[in-house]
């Protein structure tokens, strides 16, 4: 299983960006999809999946951020608005299947004016 993450950059506060990741390889039973992030020493955290369970948002990003899903080309999106410079960090996208975790490379968000 391959992902691949792709809409990262540098924005400034209040501004957005969409992030993308498509998976590919031997791809079953997808439990969820979706993103978590890592700030410079800190831990690697949830950000939003979206799956069997619905959708589930970190709380520091509800009704900022939205997370969809195109289940035809296994690919998640998040949609980023209103952002800020906490929210900069590497983000990575996750694939929970066939009993396995997947990562993807990591794409780096940076909020500064």
């Known amino acids: 299983v391959q992902l691949q993450a792709s809409g990262g950059g540098l924005v400034q506060p209040g501004g957005s960006l969409r992030l993308s990741c498509a998976a590919s390889?031997?791809?079953?039973?997808?439990?969820?999809m979706g993103w978590y992030r890592q700030a410079p020493g800190k831990s690697r955290d949830l950000v939003a999946i979206?799956?069997?369970?619905?959708?589930v948002y970190a709380t520091s990003v509800k009704g900022r951020f939205t997370i969809s899903r195109d289940n035809a080309q296994n690919t998640v999106y998040l949609q980023m608005n209103s952002l800020q410079p906490v929210d900069t960090a590497v983000y990575y996208c996750?694939?929970?299947?066939?009993?396995?975790?997947?990562w993807g490379q990591g794409t780096q968000v940076t909020v500064s004016s």
């Open positions: 996750n694939l929970l299947s066939g009993g396995s975790a997947h």
């Open positions: 390889g031997n791809i079953f039973n997808i439990v969820h």
């Open positions: 979206i799956g069997t369970g619905g959708t």
